[in-house]
């Protein structure tokens, strides 16, 4: 039988406050078994760039990396969020170990190409080291992933976290036991966005394709749903769409 | 017999500039046997507190680490220079990976006593996870790192990189035939400031006593030297003070 493995996503506000991180570094540090953090870094870049006066583009809800944007993030991703959780897990006894795709050479991606969008730093994965990884965790390391890849000639190029959850999650799926938890802002996927409690305790692939037409399911929800469901069908066993809050309660929207 | 074990340090200049240390790591690369990167962040991280309006304080040419530059120097030491380090060593087919002392638990430090000063969010090292960074050697893995510990209760702390260097050397002189080479801006230790091609061939405690006691060697090449008699008191078989251009070359100060 394979070994457990939980792949934990988080993003948004609950890195940026420190007590709620805290709190969610404490949650996650009491997880049995294997597991691996993947963060975001959220406002952080945002605000340094305009500190910086540097402007932050987005399209389509994806950011716009230019080189002085790719500086921004590596700073903020791979140093300052990803290193302050892994000095924190530490104090709370999980042998973390911060890695961005590079290291190791752990993800290697491919520079978006430009059509009618021009992406700049921003890498489409296209391969998960899952040996190298594999050998972190049976040596009881707990890999904590920055949204950084690189493209094996030198350069680091921003990928979107949710993908790199939903990429971990299918490449470790070979090896492990994998349920993967995304937790974001709200208590899971709604049915209406403005009441926190209507969350959608189950989503298969039938009624997600149903809810998208009628327009239930709509923005930022589908590109992390459309991962959620592609890891599922490469053999993770369990996803959860919850909040950072309720990360251990087995509350949420679970995928299936 | 131990395995022969390569660990640089370079700072100052050659970080800051992208012409620079490509030529450095293209060096580097083409070094034989097991090594490890150790690297400064120079003033790049000054130039960053600097736009951001966080003033940088120096006392015997030691930087006064607050909260907001301990965060500078995280972002810059562990996230930009790290990282774009480690993204080009995979492009030379060197297998990097970056790290903190915090990662993996590496090197836990003790934040510096207060005294007549305060140094703030300095630390002290107190133990080198020798055991975690052979296994690592021995994966074929080339670590990277930056100058940043731990204190173990989820705090980092700014470490000098060539302390980091040499306590490092020191660690893996039990297990490895560890050669340390300091990089720095001149060709080695100078007999006079201002003639660049004065350089002390070979310097054992003796005459460095001596050279110190006679206002030859001063300043910022104390701490240096220190650290390097130090790492050699313990074992480490050979330390060479150069620049970085000549790293390769076999010229500039052997400590003996």
Chains 1, 2 share one sequence.
Do not use: W
Not at 95 to 109: K, Q, W
Not at 166 to 192: H, P, Q, S
């Amino acid at each position: 039988m394979n070994f457990q493995l939980t792949i934990v996503k988080v993003g948004g506000k609950v890195i940026e406050e420190p007590d709620a991180l805290k709190a969610l570094l404490k949650d996650f540090s009491l997880i049995a078994g294997y597991k691996v953090l993947i963060h975001g870094g959220g406002r952080t870049a945002t605000e340094l760039a305009e500190k910086l006066g540097v402007e932050s583009k987005m399209v389509n809800g994806r950011r716009i990396t230019d080189e002085e944007t790719l500086k921004i993030a590596t700073m903020v991703y791979a140093g300052l969020v990803n290193k302050t959780i892994v000095a924190q897990l530490q104090a709370l006894r999980v042998d973390a170990i911060g890695l961005t795709g590079a290291d190791m050479n752990l993800i290697l991606s491919l520079k978006r190409p430009v059509t009618d969008i021009d992406y700049g730093f921003v890498g489409d994965i296209k391969d998960v080291n899952y040996k190298v990884l594999s050998e972190l965790l049976n040596q009881s390391y707990t890999p904590v992933l920055a949204p950084l890849t690189h493209d094996g000639e030198g350069n680091l190029l921003n990928t979107n976290a949710d993908t790199i959850a939903a990429e971990t999650a299918r490449a470790l799926a070979y090896n492990f036991n994998v349920r993967l938890i995304y937790c974001f802002e709200k208590k899971g996927v709604l049915m209406d966005e403005n009441d926190e409690n209507s969350v959608i305790q189950n989503l298969n692939l039938e009624l997600y394709q149903q809810y998208k037409e009628e327009g239930i399911i709509k923005g930022g929800m589908i590109p992390k749903l459309d991962n959620a469901f592609r890891a599922l069908a490469s053999g993770v066993r369990e996803i959860i769409i919850t909040s950072a809050a309720e990360m251990n309660t087995g509350k949420g929207t679970y995928i299936q």
